[in-house]
């Protein structure tokens, strides 16, 4: 063999090996799994809920850390997932109105993780859980497209790390029933915030339920991790994109509306197990999920790595108008203590919300109970025409958030520490927030009538039907 064939495959072999040694290296990283159920509260039987069957999800947490003050940035789907996939609260990116209309290119300079980890060399894919050939849900508040190369990670090159992230539908509304497994309102335990009547027992139960086709969902998911070989490579991250779907939850800063389950399962190699009580945040779920991976985490976002082993003092809440009702709303909890802080106070908190109107049962219970006059205390207090401007509670001691200590003069310096934090972060994340026109605001409030006058007509009743004959209907058809 003469000296330039010798040459040629000294090259090749070598490159062969550089070629060898990369793809060892790219094995070796994590893959990260995220699971996004739509609307999901804390309502699973590994955080203690007793009337709902979640077997695969309480196997999952029983191998994983478990996350009890997780807490979603906003209380809508659009507005939280804008932060969750920036890693930056939803204001500092003009991404906090619900289905923003006059929608803005992100900041110069500031990227989404799945960007960051595309130029780390990762397969990035979003899918629905029912059929990962499709895409999955996405609504960011921004411009932008080809955020994902594919639905699927099974797409990706040969031993390609991947960031996946399977969406599930369920529990949003419209609820799904489980005939498999049906849940009997009258074995339901309602949480304390709301009153107990027979329709909204019933419809507790079918939330339930469709937590528990969410729960299946998730077990075929990890069935298709493990029979792909990937599971003791990859960290998966269950958690809910905010709070349950219900009156004083999704929509609102209260606890319902922002707390939110997150299970974290490692590869064995981890050795990480168990419950964990400090606050997180989901903008810290994208700051860890790139710490994991190796992947250095930009000085712009707002996340901390928890996940690692960070600490975090607050967690922050955030909402703006959501379809057609026009809001303006920010909180901040140590843990213990929660201040809300309404800048719109002349607002009553159930004005007019399409959504709420056409999906709650509750929104339209209320309404009725109240010109009757037989809405009682505590549940009444929603029903006055102006907010006072800060909300102050003791989440340990009045978890339900009905005892607003605001003026109370023995919380003073708590209300006037949280709100100190509260203004220095809102300073900083505001200074560049874009105000929506009076243009955008009527778009939506139109775009928010079509689709109540629309849903009205498919329930077979007028859209002009009054408060007590939409009760009328929602009893016929949760009651029977």
Known sequence: M???????YRNVIAFLFLMFLACAQAQE???ILWINCD??????GCYGNKDVKTPHIDTFASQSVTYLN?????????ASRSSIITGIYPNAINALNHRTIEMQNLPEGVHTIMELFKYADYFCSNGWAHDMSKPGKEDYNFLGNNFFDGTDWKQRENGQPFFAQVQIHEPHRVFVRDKANPIHPDSVTLPACYPDYPLLRADWALYLESIQKADKSVGQILKRLDEDGLSDNTIVIIFGDHGRPH???KQWLYEGGVAIPLIVRYPKKYNKVGERKELISMVDVAASSLKLSGIKIPKYIDGKTVLNGEKRKYVYGFRQRCGDAVDDIRSISDGRYKLIWNRRPELPYMQVSSYKKLQYPAFTLYNVLHKKGELQAPYDALMVDKRPEFELYDLQNDPSEFSNLALDVEFQKTKKKLFSKLNALLNRTEKNMIAESLGAIQKAKESSEAYFINGMLKKGLPPDATDETI???????LLK
């Open 2 to 8: 003469d000296l330039l064939s010798r040459c040629f």
């Open 29 to 31: 990283r994590p893959n």
């Open 39 to 44: 609307d999901l509260g804390r309502e699973l």
């Open 70 to 78: 997780a807490y979603a940035n906003a209380p809508v789907c659009s």
């Open 247 to 249: 009156l004083r939850d």
């Open 471 to 477: 009760l009328k209907a929602w009893e016929q058809e």
